[in-house]
């Protein structure tokens, strides 16, 4: 049904305006056109002819038909009227045309205008079909460009994947021997803790019998002047008679030193033993090559 009424609009389409016929006429050559776009297209004439063949006519050779009048109005109210944007906004007529310079269809008045002289310009339905098939072919390579992105995209997901594998192998690798120099730092440490413990705890011995020593002395002495302040305290004759005794409390005797002599706290050597362990830990760097 559709394609019946295309092909009927077809022969009742005016060749100036592009439209269905209105107050349609004819030529004595058999060829008709609205009456308005022939005189129009007349009054551009120095001499009247046929816009279709160019033969040469006079002004009161147009006939009208009412019958065909009737089935061009007939036709236009039987075709689904156009939607607003198929409508020149600017002259209130159907698109027909389509402009190639603008890249916009054009009413027939628009294409009458100096503003689309000398403009390229083809039927609505030609151009578009014109246009969908250099689409069409521009959506080819596209499409084949798209193939080659996906492809490209899909090894790039494969590189990565296989880069992040990569990269986790050698992330625990790296784990694994940090962890080895790790435990062998451990080691040592607890290693050089253990001897500087030992080394305190001598140190320790040493100054726990010193000061019990000192503690020893520090109480005999202490009694023997609490005694003698008590004397001092005693009567008068009291006193003279004791002092005597009192004089031998105050002779403090030579307390021989039996704990060895104690001597300044000396720093563990740290950096002796940081080069000592750095030293190690090359050697076991150079075992592993």
């Not at 046929?50 to 009161?60: F, G, I, L, N, T």
């Amino acid at each position: 049904m559709a394609d019946a009424l295309s092909i009927l609009e077809e022969d009742l389409t005016c060749l100036i305006c592009c439209d269905v016929f209105t107050d349609p006429v004819t030529l004595k050559c058999s060829h008709s056109l609205c009456e308005k776009c022939l005189q129009r297209f007349w009054t551009t004439q120095d001499v009247p002819q046929c816009p279709v063949c160019r033969k040469e006519c006079s002004h009161d050779e147009p006939t009208k038909s009412l019958a065909f009048r009737a089935l061009c109005e007939s036709f236009k109210n039987r075709k689904p009227s156009a939607v607003s944007g198929d409508v020149c906004p600017e002259h209130e007529e159907k698109f027909k045309l389509f402009c190639f310079v603008d890249k916009q269809p054009i009413c027939v008045v628009c294409y009458t205008s100096k503003k689309h002289e000398d403009h390229k310009c083809s039927p609505v339905n030609e151009a578009a079909g014109n246009l969908k098939e250099d689409l069409k072919t521009q959506m080819d390579r596209l499409q084949a460009t798209l193939g080659d992105l996906n492809e490209a995209h899909e090894s790039c997901v494969e590189r990565a994947e296989l880069s992040k594998e990569h990269a986790n192998m050698d992330e625990n690798q790296i784990k694994e021997e940090f962890e080895k120099l790790h435990q062998f730092l451990r080691d040592e440490e607890e290693k050089q803790i253990r001897s500087l413990h030992k080394e305190m705890k001598l140190q320790d011995e040493k100054h726990q019998a010193r000061m019990k020593e000192l503690s020893a002395q520090i109480s005999d002495l202490s009694e023997r002047m609490a005694a003698v302040w008590q004397d001092i305290e005693a009567e008068n004759i009291t006193f003279l008679q004791n002092y005597s005794d009192t004089l031998k409390r105050l002779q403090h005797p030579s307390v021989a030193n039996t704990t060895p002599e104690l001597q300044e706290y000396q720093h563990y050597p740290i950096q002796t033993v940081i080069f000592t362990t750095w030293v190690k830990m090359q050697n076991l760097l150079e075992k592993r090559k």
